[in-house]
């Protein structure tokens, strides 16, 4: 079973005079062609029947807009498939009664086109795209499945939706207004809840257009809380929020699964532990299709992820298991590269200052906090953007920074790679690969989505030619495979160069994974802020988490920190003894 996928907004027959047509052998035989050119679009089509396979025209096309992947036949017909030559789903995620259900998988996959199913907001076509689908056809194609009642419901319009998008940054296009305003839209009736619950109190008077992305998150998660539904879809609800956010969201998810059913995306593997009682992992070729797995416990399925391996569906979907080691503290005899004085800094009524501290090389220096606590300002002062109020930062160290919200402008990402401080050979070997940036080289920067910007920012960092290296959220808008590859890039290329680094994260496993020591901020957002000096591993973690009354084991296969249930036996033992980040395997 052949799967011809072609991305037509990198398709350009006007630049290349369609080269897929005129190099496929099928073509050129002189038969009935596999590719042929739409009449109306100009675009070529391909046919999936008479293509044999060769992917001559995915290695010939000049713009990367052709994937052909073979599948085999037991994962049937697609669920949904958007038209001729485009991406398409196999199987389902289903609800399950009272439980919080986890989606775990890539960017590009079906995620989002399942929630949209399964919301009713698409019908599925069964891979018929030339018909008008209707529910009827899919409740007898699911006959006899969890999904037969379910769809049922949808189309008779007997279960309550709500819905939080994957995208909030259109909500200001489409609302004009204030917070208030909006949720008052929603349910005037819950609105006090909902601004205790979320924390709203500073913004509910403020225009939707000022909000900064993590406050629209907030009030998105608000707005689709204060609905009442009997099914509830959060589509990414922590992206864009700090750690201490994030655990309060989760917290929030668990408590509508007491009143309904929960379906959730979410990429950062700790709150997505948390948050599910199971997981349905979707695997497949970004951009091409996605398949999704059978229902697994939210354990078992995050470490059959981690390990690369379904057991269930017998699928391997990675050729290296992911492992987090329990490491003792670091000790390095290199050079200490950086040694920085105590930094104070007031930017209108927010102050923030920072213990003296060093980086040493090899090392990876990891920076938590809550947001607005000045992460972002200290940063800058060590990249030399911004000038300490009470002393000089004199170094002549070469620094590469990558910030916290990225701009490349119309530039073409080729461009971004050519200037001399730029390791080509390190680029070709390791970075084009590990970020996967073949398929964006020839795109313009300003057509990128955030995941694709993210990319190219963070391998654009590792490239260049410097003694520290200045990471400020490098895993946003990423997916979970795609945080992996960059830490453990990002670790390698550190240890190799012998150069060090500061990274600024809130994803809990990724810092876990990558740091070697940690530096923590406490204090109240957007008022006043305050930076430890580097502390261990275990008592800069210790810190943060005692601040947060949140207690971290470890899963004994993978060696993956996992949250303790609030009240736990295990996170009363924890306390107890003030180890709030269990280091030990």
């Not at 002189?30 to 070529?44: E, H, L, M, W, Y």
């Not at 419901?153 to 609302?175: A, C, L, M, N, T």
């Not at 000045?374 to 170094?395: Q, W, Y």
């Not at 990319?455 to 795609?482: G, K, N, W």
């Amino acid at each position: 079973m052949r799967v011809a996928v072609i991305n037509y907004d990198k398709c350009k027959p006007e630049k290349c005079g369609y080269v897929c047509a005129n190099v496929c052998p099928v073509n050129r035989s002189g038969g009935d062609p596999a590719i042929s050119i739409d009449d109306v679009t100009g675009k070529p089509r391909i046919s999936e029947t008479l293509c044999i396979g060769c992917g001559i025209c995915v290695k010939k096309c000049p713009f990367g807009a052709i994937t052909i992947v073979n599948l085999p036949e037991e994962v049937g017909t697609p669920v949904h498939q958007y038209g001729p030559n485009m991406f398409r789903i196999y199987g389902l995620p289903y609800p399950r009664e009272g439980k919080v259900i986890g989606i775990l998988g890539r960017n590009g996959t079906g995620k989002s086109t399942a929630i949209k199913i399964l919301s009713g907001q698409i019908i599925p076509n069964f891979g018929e795209f030339q018909e008008e689908p209707t529910w009827d056809k899919v409740i007898e194609r699911f006959k006899g499945t969890e999904l037969q009642a379910y769809f049922q419901k949808i189309r008779d319009k007997g279960v309550r939706i709500s819905y939080k998008p994957q995208e909030i940054e259109p909500i200001p296009k489409i609302f004009k207004g204030t917070v208030r305003e909006l949720l008052t839209r929603v349910s005037e009736e819950k609105l006090e809840e909902a601004i205790k619950l979320f924390g709203l109190e500073k913004i509910i008077d403020r225009d939707i257009s000022a909000l900064s992305g993590g406050e629209l998150q907030l009030v998105a998660m608000a707005a689709a809380y204060m609905k009442d539904a009997d099914m509830y879809f959060f589509d990414e609800p922590t992206s864009y929020l700090d750690i201490y956010q994030r655990l309060k969201i989760a917290k929030i998810i668990r408590s509508v699964a007491e009143r309904a059913d929960v379906m959730t995306v979410e990429h950062d593997l700790a709150v997505l532990d948390y948050i599910s009682d199971g997981v349905f992992i979707v695997y497949g070729k970004p951009g091409a299709y996605g398949i999704f797995s059978g229902y697994k416990g939210v354990r078992e399925g995050i470490n059959q992820f981690l390990d690369g391996v379904l057991k269930e569906e017998n699928m391997k979907i990675r050729d290296e298991p992911i492992r987090f080691e329990v490491r003792p503290p670091g000790e390095w005899a290199g050079k200490t590269y950086l040694t920085y004085p105590s930094l104070e800094k007031q930017l209108g009524d927010f102050r923030m200052s920072a213990e003296p501290g060093e980086i040493r090389e090899g090392e990876i220096i990891g920076i938590l906090g809550r947001n607005g606590t000045g992460k972002t300002t200290f940063v800058r002062m060590l990249a030399g953007e911004i000038k300490p109020d009470n002393t000089e930062l004199a170094h002549s160290l070469k620094i590469s920074y990558k910030p916290q919200y990225i701009n490349f402008g119309d530039t073409v990402v080729r461009d971004l790679f050519t200037g001399k401080d730029i390791d080509q050979e390190l680029l070709r070997s390791e970075l084009r690969r590990a970020f996967e940036l073949d398929e964006l080289w020839d795109s313009k920067a300003s057509e990128l989505s955030g995941g694709e910007r993210q990319r190219v920012a963070i391998a654009l960092t590792l490239a260049r030619d410097a003694d520290i290296y200045l990471l400020d959220e490098p895993s946003a808008f990423l997916d979970v495979d795609q945080r992996l590859s960059a830490t453990k890039t990002i670790k390698r290329v550190i240890a190799a160069k012998k150069r060090a680094a500061f990274v600024v994260e809130h994803d809990i496993a990724m810092i876990d994974y990558l740091a070697d020591r940690l530096i923590v901020f406490s204090g109240e957002p957007s008022v006043e802020g305050h930076a430890t000096s580097p502390l261990s591993m275990e008592e800069g973690m210790n810190t943060f988490l005692k601040e947060l009354g949140i207690t971290f084991r470890r899963d004994p296969n993978t060696g993956r920190p996992r949250v303790n249930k609030p009240g736990s036996q295990k996170d009363q033992e924890q306390k107890k003894k003030g180890q709030y980040y269990y280091m030990g395997a």
